[in-house]
């Protein structure tokens, strides 16, 4: 790993200013911050983003919100005020991307939107994230993470065979979304690269999730059968699920026949299900799991998780438990050595542990700079530093409810 120019980050150039709320984009905003770009988190005064009201909490600060917001700054700013508006034009003059995820439109009454600030920077880079878009019959619709999952199909093949539509257990079209929003403003950094000039970038959470279900669309439009729900078995390949053990549960995958004739003759020891007419092909194996599977618990049944494990990777063929969220964090590859998990001093939390950044940047590697702010918490400095507002102008701007 070459670390020789670990003090300078990928993103460390560009400034962007983060107007968004909850997760999506907030999400977007911690990668980008994790990459090194000076993030800016712009919230109403009083109240701030919704998701400072959401638990757990430590010294009656929300720790929810202080994960997705790690690697900013930030200021309080009124937008219902003209002095609030002005403020925020200043800064997108100085910024390289603005984000924001409020209902499509909403942004342009308050003469804040793209066309206005474009006006004032060409190259201002505005990323928006909402539930549906900002264009077609759904572009008004309040949108969640649930409502993208319900109406992106993730629901729809997601569960127990038989069993009732299930969300993911996580936010996954805010992810989604926010993954997205991120690829989308790096891309239009490039393009302005090329020609000088910035862009609008619209992201749908929906569209997210549809374009996640990588394989559901396709086999629908092959065969015009609508994709169910069919527990942890995959649609494509077998043996490719989920296997009771001794104590517990383990995941066997043979991607390939290579993989599975080895597993057959290496592993279970059942030569038999290679030649055998119900399991001669994938589409076959994929058609008759429900036998195959339980061929395949007679011999997984008779070890724990563990030893199950080692006894299929020792023959190079994917295995691996199902862990919980505390096995996670204990893990040494996941939690230490790939450091998806970093402690961090918040000023009020006090010590904390947030996610880290799944992009690894070899010559760059992301890194947590700062803690979530608290409300507010840089109004003076940036105010002051940046946009050259006196300390008496600051002053009255709290005064009068802008900050």
Same mark, same amino acid.
């Given at each position: #790993? ?152 993730? #629901? ?115 030569? @038999? #299900? ?24 007679? @011999? ?61 940047? #070899? ?41």
């Amino acid at each position: #790993m070459n670390r020789d120019n670990h003090d300078t980050q990928a993103l460390e150039n560009l400034i962007v200013l983060d107007l968004t709320r909850v997760v999506a984009g907030p999400y977007a905003g911690a990668l980008l911050g994790d990459l090194g770009a000076h993030v800016i988190k712009i919230e109403m005064p009083g109240c701030g983003d919704d998701a400072r009201g959401y638990a757990p909490y430590q010294n009656n600060e929300s720790m929810y919100y202080a994960n997705l917001n790690r690697n900013k700054r930030g200021i309080t700013l009124n937008l219902k005020t003209e002095k609030g508006k002005e403020v925020l034009r200043k800064l997108a003059m100085k910024a390289d991307i603005l984000l924001e995820n409020y209902r499509p439109g909403v942004m342009d009454k308050l003469g804040l939107g793209y066309d206005q600030l474009r006006e004032l920077n060409p190259r201002l880079i505005y990323g928006a994230v909402s539930g549906f878009g900002s264009y077609g019959p759904y572009a008004q619709r309040p949108g969640y993470d649930i409502l993208s999952q319900a109406m992106g199909g993730l #629901m729809s093949v997601t569960g127990a065979k038989g069993g009732e539509p299930t969300r993911s257990g996580n936010a996954m079209g805010d992810v989604l979304g926010g993954m997205n929003l991120v690829i989308g403003v790096l891309a239009a950094v490039n393009y302005r690269n090329i020609t000088g000039r910035g862009q609008r970038v619209d992201i749908s959470l929906v569209d997210s999730v549809v374009a996640s279900l990588e394989n559901a669309y396709i086999r629908y439009f092959k065969s015009h059968q609508i994709p169910v729900r069919n527990g942890n078995a995959y649609a494509s390949i077998a043996p490719y699920d989920t296997y009771h053990a001794k104590d517990g549960y383990v995941i066997i995958a043979c991607g390939n026949q290579k993989l599975y004739e080895k597993f057959c003759n290496e592993v279970v020891e059942m030569p @038999w #299900m290679i030649t055998d007419e119900r399991f001669l092909t994938v589409p076959l194996r994929v058609e008759n799991n429900e036998i195959q599977k339980k061929y395949i618990e007679e @011999w997984t049944m008779k070890y724990t998780v563990d030893e199950v494990v080692e006894k299929v990777l020792s023959k190079g063929i994917p295995a691996g438990p199902i862990y919980n969220v505390k096995q996670i964090t204990e893990d040494e590859h996941i939690a230490k050595v790939r450091e998806m998990f970093i402690d961090i001093d918040h000023p009020v939390i006090g010590k904390m542990t947030v996610n880290g950044c799944p992009v690894k940047l #070899m010559d760059a590697m992301p890194r947590i700079n700062c803690p979530a702010p608290t409300l507010g918490q840089h109004n003076d400095e940036i105010l002051q530093e940046m946009l050259g507002y006196s300390a008496e102008d600051v002053q009255a701007m709290r005064e009068e409810n802008v900050i």
